[in-house]
């Protein structure tokens, strides 16, 4: 028989560690939160950022301040190099998209990507092929049926290095016409803003971007959509324009965007993140950041967003492999 002095024992430390449980599962940011911004200012993947900086802000939905930090170059390498200064803090997040992925794949980015903490991801951004309002080139089929004559003929612009999401969605394009994709003709700006600019002065044939990007400039009468590589047709002001598919140009391709913590977050602090940013996703404030930038809300939480991850490395390493850009 177990004495007076066995229990109270046993009962403490039973309370001990369903105290601890409790302190772990209720982690939250004790500290300024940083969302690191791996692009320079004035770009989709800043505004991004800074909109969901905004909201949790406005709706007080964290207690500590936050802040933006841009920290551009080397693919994203700087970014990640300053993230990985910080493993296991979970102040400190990351705007993720497909180039940090592309940048692995292609050996230009050393960390392991794979070791950092998937989060969240929020949005997919599909991508749009301008013209010039002169351009000769009047739909997707027009601009297939010149790179099939002579896929050198046709300069394809996009931002901000080779091998990213727009790349591979010109070498989807062009794989419809059977062309060489390793011969397409590839000139890259270091902003998609001065490559629209470039399209509408008619130095370049088109320009790879992302919707909310172009908007301004075709409102204003200076470039046009030829085709959206999405799966079905845009709301609001790109409703009018017609997706690759509908012109029968087999090619679906966007660029996610989301973010990703340092590595060895434990699942406390994981768990506190899926459930901000569930609340986040619900918000009026973010309902109306998605219609406004052209965004398609594709919400996955950590796990459904490191699983996602993986099959799009497949995907991405397959394309890559193919245009020769796999060390």
Not at 83 to 97: E, F, S
Not at 116 to 128: D, K, R, Y
Not at 304 to 322: A, F, T
Request: with cysteine; glycine share 8%.
């Amino acid at each position: 028989m177990s004495s007076p002095t066995r229990c109270w024992r046993q009962v403490f430390v039973l309370l001990l560690l369903c105290t601890q449980t409790a302190l772990a599962a209720d982690w939250k940011p004790e500290k300024v939160i940083e969302l690191i911004v791996p692009t320079g200012p004035g770009s989709g993947v800043d505004a991004s950022a800074r909109t969901v900086q905004q909201i949790f802000q406005s709706n007080k939905m964290v207690e500590q301040a936050i802040n933006t930090t841009n920290k551009p170059g080397g693919n994203y390498g700087i970014a990640m190099g300053y993230l990985a200064q910080h493993n296991g803090d979970a102040h400190k997040l990351m705007v993720q998209t497909s180039t940090p992925l592309t940048a692995f794949i292609q050996g230009q980015i050393k960390l392991n990507y794979f070791e950092f903490t998937p989060i969240v991801n929020l949005i997919s951004e599909p991508i749009a092929f301008v013209v010039a309002a002169n351009s000769p080139l009047k739909t997707a089929r027009d601009l297939v049926a010149k790179l099939k004559a002579d896929p050198e003929s046709v300069s394809i612009a996009l931002s901000a290095a080779r091998g990213n999401a727009f790349h591979i969605t010109a070498a989807l394009v062009a794989r419809t016409a059977q062309v060489d994709i390793k011969k397409l003709k590839i000139v890259v700006f270091n902003a998609s803003s001065d490559g629209v600019i470039a399209a509408a002065g008619g130095h370049v044939d088109v320009m790879a971007a992302t919707p909310a990007t172009v908007m301004p400039l075709v409102q204003a009468g200076k470039v046009r959509i030829v085709g959206i590589a999405s799966n079905a047709r845009l709301k609001g002001a790109a409703a009018q324009v017609p997706t690759f598919k509908e012109q029968g140009i087999d090619a679906v391709f966007d660029v996610p965007r989301g973010f990703i913590g340092p590595r060895g977050l434990s699942a406390e602090q994981v768990r506190y993140w899926d459930g901000l940013f569930a609340r986040m996703v619900k918000s009026d404030d973010w309902k109306l950041a998605v219609e406004k930038n052209q965004w398609v809300e594709n919400y996955l939480n950590s796990a459904d967003m490191g699983r996602e991850l993986r099959r799009q490395h497949g995907i991405l390493k397959d394309v890559l492999s193919e245009l020769g850009m796999v060390q």
